[in-house]
């Protein structure tokens, strides 16, 4: 058998809420042409519905602070004597 290598990608997106609490939200396998306004428009809709809310105090959302994707490899070695 040879050796499998695998490639994940995700979007982490961190927030923050009106009373300092934050949050890290993963999204695995996003779209590959995800642009500012795509975040920006985002971020307006998170904040006019409130979909999430801080975990501390129920505090309010209050906006995106930071957008990354990532992308993960991993190798799966083969070490059988085959």
């Known amino acids: 058998m040879a050796d499998i290598v695998k490639t994940a990608y995700n979007l982490v997106i961190e927030t923050a809420f009106v009373d300092g609490d934050t949050r890290t939200l993963t999204i695995k396998n996003p779209r590959s042409n995800i642009s500012q306004s795509d975040i920006t428009d985002l971020n ?39």
């Open 44 to 82: 307006s809709y998170m904040q006019e519905n409130n979909i999430i809310i801080g975990d501390k105090d129920g505090s309010t959302f209050g906006r995106i602070k930071k957008v990354t994707r990532r992308s993960s490899t991993t190798t799966y070695l083969d070490i059988s004597d085959d």
